[in-house]
């Protein structure tokens, strides 16, 4: 049944353009001698009702009454009756309806295909350095490590860092931004981006389904498969209706005698517009936020993300670019030059962003680290040099018996403190500039809703609350350890608000996983990102309430069909029991409004 099934698929639309044919003759042959109308009708319903019926039959195994079951049921009661041209036309209505979804979920589908389109399939690998020697490979052959040649047109083939060259990248296939990116030594290249002028030799980092861009398509064909509450509840409603309809012919038939009419109750019940309503908004939705560069790990968050009253920020990389500088150094202890050695030598081992600020500033040789302890939302406890260090922020300082009163530092900066064997030596201020449209971008969010804005960070309170007022936040809340920041999440969620937390870092995490909704910023780490349930990838604050409006958007548009659907078929059996539709209008009827539903859905592939 499978092999006969798989051959009627592969073969649906020449099977749909053959009885196309047949219509066309069963009326133009009654404009002959020859009739052949019955004949053509009849052979449509088997040509066309075979595929259907075996479909029917495959969800009668796993115990579903589908649709295709109705259907069946219709066109063998219309022929035992010998209603041909019902069956017929039933058959053919239904198949080119069936051919036509099919085609706008292919359609839908195609930014999926745009980006498996742009992956690249060989690299160049380095196989003498020296003389920049190199072989093509398939690009699965690629190790994390590898030396690769990139020319001039050609794509990356995997992340990783410049090695050696420069050039100017085109990065909006992972960013969406069609300027040029500069690359030099050291800065991290994509794969599926474009090198546009320059010739670059990069360090693998990861390959295959570990890029940036493997992860993409990942995430948006899982996202594009999965279903919302809504999908759901309507599969579950497809259950139950169907054995419904299929109940109301037999107890219409049996007191009416009417074998046509309960035939035609079959026929015009079967709710196609509605099932197919919620996938067509729900593909074209996500397939249109993919395209500009937001990915919904379902439709499922956009549905959360369209009842979301609260927004939950993190500061460091969220609201602020997320590269710090030291603005601002003091030094109480010893020489300064040496502390800021033993300060950086520490700071080396972590990925912070305040680290990589710190080991920015100082430039000179580090020490090894012997012992280092990460003390979790305060600081690093290590040894280094000899020395017992302590690098973190005042909450560290306090618990270890330092005092940190009476330090003039830069109240809107990160302040980081650098005790050595239990004397406080240095004090630094570390300045993060707040992303260019932050201010601008909230407002706009405010405008499709009041939304609730909480600003919840690690960082001292007056630091957290300057941040606060530029950018008009309703609350905000320092000294914050991961643990907390969940915690206060919870609370709101207890308060009765839908909250949505947007963070890009690793201790981010506890808070990302408690929210509604969670949301990572494109240059997040790779925790933050997995997860999230909505990512941001061009990485701009833009993106928030450009997401809150698609999603808005594919949600009404899931209703809108939902609401077409039902309507339909309420009209249909009203205007069959007041005598006004028969089979024939009634199907096509209803295979219009299958159409339309579907070209409502198609709306969303213009969002922009």
């Given at each position: 049944?499978?092999?006969?099934?798989?051959?009627?698929?592969?073969?649906?639309?020449?099977?749909?353009?053959?009885?196309?044919?047949?219509?066309?003759?069963?009326?133009?042959?009654?404009?002959?001698?020859?009739?052949?109308?019955?004949?053509?009708?009849?052979?449509?319903?088997?040509?066309?009702?075979?595929?259907?019926?075996?479909?029917?039959?495959?969800?009668?195994?796993?115990?579903?009454?589908?649709?295709?079951?109705?259907?069946?049921?219709?066109?063998?009661?219309?022929?035992?009756?010998?209603?041909?041209?019902?069956?017929?036309?039933?058959?053919?209505?239904?198949?080119?309806?069936?051919?036509?979804?099919?085609?706008?979920?292919?359609?839908?589908?195609?930014?999926i295909q745009d980006l498996v389109?742009?992956?690249?399939?060989?690299?160049?690998?380095?196989?003498?350095?020296?003389?920049?020697?190199?072989?093509?490979?398939?690009?699965?052959?690629?190790?994390?490590?590898?030396?690769?040649?990139?020319?001039?047109?050609?794509?990356?083939?995997?992340?990783?860092?410049?090695?050696?060259?420069?050039?100017?990248?085109?990065e909006a296939s992972i960013t969406?931004?069609?300027?040029?990116?500069?690359?030099?030594?050291?800065?991290?290249?994509?794969?599926?981006?474009?090198?546009?002028?320059?010739?670059?030799?990069?360090?693998?980092?990861?390959?295959?389904?570990?890029?940036?861009?493997?992860?993409?398509?990942?995430?948006?064909?899982?996202?594009?498969?999965?279903?919302?509450?809504?999908?759901?509840?309507?599969?579950?409603?497809?259950?139950?209706?169907?054995?419904?309809?299929?109940?109301?012919?037999?107890?219409?038939?049996?007191?009416?005698?009417?074998?046509?009419?309960?035939?035609?109750?079959?026929?015009?019940?079967?709710?196609?517009?509605?099932?197919?309503?919620?996938?067509?908004?729900?593909?074209?939705?996500?397939?249109?936020?993919?395209?500009?560069?937001?990915?919904?790990?379902?439709?499922?968050?956009?549905?959360?993300?369209?009842?979301?009253?609260?927004?939950?920020?993190?500061?460091?990389?969220?609201?602020?670019?997320?590269?710090?500088?030291?603005?601002?150094?003091?030094?109480?202890?010893?020489?300064?030059?040496?502390?800021?050695?033993?300060?950086?030598?520490?700071?080396?081992?972590?990925?912070?962003?305040?680290?990589?600020?710190?080991?920015?500033?100082?430039?000179?040789?580090?020490?090894?680290?012997?012992?280092?302890?990460?003390?979790?939302?305060?600081?690093?406890?290590?040894q280094v040099n000899g020395a017992?260090?302590?690098?973190?922020?005042?909450?560290?300082?306090?618990?270890?018996?330092?005092?940190?009163?009476?330090?003039?530092?830069?109240?809107?900066?990160?302040?980081?403190?650098?005790?050595?064997?239990?004397?406080?030596?240095?004090?630094?201020?570390?300045?993060?500039?707040?992303?260019?449209?932050?201010?601008?971008?909230?407002?706009?969010?405010?405008?499709?809703?009041?939304?609730?804005?909480?600003?919840?960070?690690?960082?001292?309170?007056?630091?957290?609350?300057?941040?606060?007022?530029?950018?008009?936040?309703?609350?905000?809340?320092?000294?914050?350890?991961?643990?907390?920041?969940?915690?206060?999440?919870?609370?709101?969620?207890?308060?009765?608000?839908?909250?949505?937390?947007?963070?890009?870092?690793?201790?981010?995490?506890?808070?990302?996983?408690?929210?509604?909704?969670?949301?990572?910023?494109?240059?997040?780490?790779?925790?933050?990102?997995?997860?999230?349930?909505?990512?941001?990838?061009?990485?701009?604050?833009?993106?928030?309430?450009?997401?809150?409006?698609?999603?808005?958007?594919?949600?009404?548009?899931?209703?809108?069909?939902?609401?077409?659907?039902?309507?339909?078929?309420?009209?249909?059996?009203?205007?069959?029991?007041?005598?006004?539709?028969?089979?024939?209008?009634?199907?096509?009827?209803?295979?219009?409004?299958?159409?339309?539903?579907?070209?409502?859905?198609?709306?969303?592939?213009?969002?922009?």
């Open positions: 049944m499978i092999t006969i099934q798989n051959w009627f698929s592969e073969h649906k639309k020449h099977l749909t353009i053959s009885m196309t044919v047949l219509v066309a003759i069963a009326y133009l042959s009654r404009l002959t001698p020859y009739n052949l109308y019955n004949v053509s009708m009849i052979a449509i319903a088997a040509l066309g009702g075979i595929p259907i019926l075996l479909r029917a039959a495959s969800a009668l195994r796993y115990k579903i009454v589908s649709i295709e079951f109705l259907v069946s049921i219709a066109v063998i009661s219309a022929l035992f009756i010998g209603e041909y041209s019902e069956a017929g036309i039933v058959i053919w209505l239904f198949s080119l309806g069936d051919l036509l979804e099919e085609a706008t979920l292919a359609k839908s589908r195609q930014s389109n742009l992956a690249p399939k060989t690299a160049l690998k380095i196989t003498d350095l020296d003389s920049k020697t190199s072989e093509e490979v398939d690009v699965d052959e690629v190790e994390v490590g590898d030396l690769l040649l990139v020319k001039t047109g050609s794509q990356v083939p995997v992340d990783g860092s410049v090695y050696q060259g420069d050039g100017h990248v085109n969406g931004e069609s300027k040029p990116s500069h690359k030099e030594v050291g800065t991290p290249v994509y794969a599926g981006t474009s090198l546009e002028s320059g010739t670059l030799i990069v360090q693998a980092e990861k390959v295959g389904e570990d890029t940036t861009f493997g992860r993409l398509i990942e995430l948006v064909e899982e996202a594009q498969d999965s279903k919302t509450k809504v999908q759901k509840l309507i599969d579950r409603f497809s259950q139950y209706y169907t054995p419904f309809v299929l109940l109301l012919a037999l107890v219409v038939g049996f007191f009416t005698k009417d074998v046509r009419l309960a035939t035609t109750i079959l026929v015009l019940g079967c709710p196609g517009a509605l099932v197919i309503g919620v996938p067509i908004s729900t593909v074209t939705g996500i397939g249109s936020s993919a395209k500009s560069g937001i990915i919904a790990k379902g439709s499922a968050a956009l549905d959360q993300l369209a009842k979301i009253d609260t927004f939950v920020f993190d500061k460091t990389g969220t609201l602020t670019t997320g590269k710090p500088s030291v603005s601002q150094v003091v030094n109480l202890t010893g020489n300064e030059r040496d502390n800021l050695q033993l300060l950086a030598s520490l700071e080396a081992e972590s990925d912070h962003p305040l680290a990589k600020a710190i080991n920015a500033y100082y430039d000179g040789d580090l020490f090894p680290v012997a012992k280092s302890e990460v003390v979790a939302g305060r600081g690093l406890a290590a017992n260090l302590l690098v973190g922020n005042e909450r560290l300082m306090s618990e270890n018996g330092i005092d940190t009163a009476g330090i003039d530092l830069d109240p809107t900066g990160s302040h980081v403190y650098l005790a050595v064997n239990g004397k406080l030596a240095l004090a630094l201020a570390i300045a993060d500039t707040l992303r260019s449209n932050a201010l601008e971008q909230l407002a706009a969010l405010r405008k499709i809703k009041p939304y609730k804005f909480v600003l919840l960070s690690g960082d001292q309170q007056t630091v957290v609350d300057a941040v606060a007022r530029e950018l008009n936040f309703d609350e905000a809340h320092g000294s914050l350890l991961p643990a907390d920041k969940a915690a206060y999440i919870k609370s709101l969620q207890a308060g009765g608000h839908q909250v949505a937390f947007i963070g890009d870092g690793i201790n981010d995490s506890p808070a990302l996983a408690t929210a509604d909704l969670a949301i990572a910023m494109g240059s997040g780490t790779d925790v933050a990102i997995d997860v999230s349930d909505l990512v941001l990838v061009k990485d701009q604050f833009s993106q928030l309430p450009t997401a809150v409006r698609f999603a808005n958007k594919t949600i009404a548009n899931m209703r809108q069909n939902i609401a077409i659907s039902l309507l339909t078929v309420a009209l249909l059996f009203i205007g069959l029991f007041a005598g006004y539709v028969e089979m024939g209008l009634g199907m096509l009827i209803h295979e219009l409004s299958i159409l339309v539903v579907t070209a409502n859905g198609m709306r969303l592939l213009r969002l922009t």
